[in-house]
């Protein structure tokens, strides 16, 4: 079982539209989970950290923690075109993030 | 949060050479790190720079290929040595902002490709 899981995608979206993205981890003991969004040749931009259960907004950005189920997730409200990228989910373990290989978005006008 | 430089941003190298790429951050950090993206992948964490003491590796990456110096808290190096076509790659440094959560920030990258 790899630790962090994500979907590769593509997730397709209309404009508008309320893009899901989900995670699994494998280490209970993780405490901190974080989003980033990569745009095709640059370098991750951290959209998002979590580490208690339930919500987290920012702007359209939701990110959702649930512990018992080992499961975090990112909603985007209102998706734009310029939110099409390949999104990472990471997990703080003992001293090391840990990424999934990533989902990628595309966000049809 | 922190403001990571890298360079070179990009190179093309030639097989069988070395090549180091310096981290630069603007802030003392106790913890940074640096990752290999390699095409079409995730991010794989290579070792931990620690100030001070030898590099934390992770497992299937080993000192001799990849040495690493940290000789204060905001620099640090990696070297790739030895270059095959394999190690094309994006090289990412990060560091972890002890601020709320712990939060990792990465620099821009160093693009290499090997010939």
């Known amino acids: 079982q790899k630790e962090v899981e994500q979907n590769s995608g593509p997730l397709s979206v209309p404009e508008g539209a309320i893009a899901s993205l989900n995670c699994t981890y494998s280490?209970?003991?993780?405490?901190?989970f974080f989003w980033y969004r990569q745009y095709s040749g640059k370098s991750p931009e951290l959209i998002m950290f979590?580490?208690?259960?339930g919500d987290k907004e920012d702007g359209r950005f939701t990110a959702q923690l649930n512990k018992a189920s080992q499961y975090v997730s990112l909603l985007i409200r209102d998706s734009q075109p310029s939110d099409s990228a390949t999104y990472l989910c990471?997990?703080?373990?003992?001293?090391?993030?840990?990424f999934g290989t990533g989902t990628r978005l595309l966000v049809s006008p | 949060s922190a403001v990571i430089s890298q360079k070179p941003s990009r190179d093309i190298c030639q097989r069988g050479t070395s090549l180091t790429i310096q981290c630069q951050v603007d802030?003392?950090?106790?913890?940074m790190f640096w990752y290999r993206q390699q095409p079409g992948q995730s991010l794989t964490l290579i070792a931990t720079?620690?100030?001070?003491?030898?590099?934390?590796?992770e497992s299937g990456f080993v000192i001799d290929k990849f040495p690493i110096s940290r000789p204060n808290l905001t620099f640090s190096t990696l070297t790739v040595s030895n270059m095959s076509p394999e190690d094309s790659s994006i090289y990412l440094c990060?560091?972890?902002?002890?601020?709320?959560?712990?939060?990792?920030?990465f620099g821009e990258g160093s693009w290499l490709t090997v010939v």
């Open positions: 802030s003392q950090v106790t913890m």
């Open positions: 979590i580490y208690s259960n």
């Open positions: 990471a997990v703080l373990g003992f001293q090391k993030l840990v």
């Open positions: 990060s560091v972890q902002w002890t601020g709320a959560g712990n939060t990792i920030y």
């Open positions: 280490d209970r003991g993780s405490q901190s």
């Open positions: 720079a620690n100030q001070g003491s030898e590099a934390t590796y």
